[in-house]
């Protein structure tokens, strides 16, 4: 088991600039969550999805933020255009239906 | 509306010395209690977890948490601290059954000295 992987682990990009940061969960999981933490702000959820159909996006700052799961074991989350106080670590975790939850090593984003 | 509290941004102990990470939680019904574990630049290590079974939890690394349900907390302890234990640690919430968000709290970091 890989564990929940996600890609890139850096990207630094430019304002304005599109940025897709990208997760594939366990195998089997059936909820997968995007966190984002600052120092500002520590952990905050963005959104998360049970069986590939998006729960709760109640967390996304704002409509430059967009997240999709195409099938089981694909997620990306998007940000169009992207800000310098977007800047954090972006983390990806999944879960089956009735155990704990495994966090990706996260993507770290600078936007300068 | 769930939310956790963790009482201390910063706990710093000697090696050796019990270690006591606060965490006060708030749900409107019988939460799941979760406790992790951040090394720097690394992602989330769960330590242990409390889904309303036995009240005391152990977990790994000689951690454990009592769930006291009269005091709506959740602490974590460690008789003896270790150099390798200086991490930040995270407390967090989730309702219980399958289809639930984990809330976090914001973290305390401790720092273990010889």
């Known amino acids: 088991d890989a564990g929940v992987i996600q890609s890139p682990r850096h990207e630094v990009t430019e304002m304005g600039q599109e940025v897709t940061l990208r997760c594939k969960p366990i195998s089997g999981h059936n909820s997968l969550f995007w966190y984002r933490q600052t120092m500002m702000r520590g952990l905050e959820l963005l959104i998360y999805?049970?069986?590939?159909?998006?729960?709760?996006d109640s967390g996304m700052p704002e409509d430059r933020f967009s997240a999709k799961m195409p099938n089981a074991s694909f997620s990306t989350l998007k940000i169009q255009p992207s800000e310098p106080r977007d800047s954090a670590v972006y983390f990806c975790?999944?879960?089956?239906?009735?155990?704990?939850?495994?966090f990706g090593s996260g993507t770290r984003l600078t936007v300068v | 509306a769930q939310s956790v509290t963790q009482l201390g941004s910063h706990v710093s102990v000697s090696e050796g010395a019990l270690v006591l990470l606060r965490c006060n939680y708030s749900?409107?019904?019988?939460?799941?209690l979760f406790w992790y574990v951040q090394y720097p630049n690394q992602g989330l290590q769960l330590l242990l977890k409390?889904?309303?079974?036995?009240?005391l939890v152990k977990g790994i690394n000689g951690f454990e948490a009592e769930f006291k349900k009269s005091e709506t907390s959740f602490h974590l302890t460690k008789p003896s601290a270790h150099m390798s234990d200086a991490a930040e640690y995270f407390c967090?919430?989730?309702?219980?059954?399958?289809?639930?968000?984990?809330?976090f709290g914001a973290g305390t970091r401790l720092a273990v000295h010889p």
């Open positions: 749900s409107s019904v019988p939460p799941y």
């Open positions: 409390y889904t309303s079974a036995a009240t």
């Open positions: 967090a919430v989730s309702e219980p059954g399958g289809y639930n968000k984990l809330i």
């Open positions: 975790a999944s879960r089956p239906l009735d155990g704990g939850y495994t």
């Open positions: 999805f049970n069986n590939n159909v998006p729960i709760d």
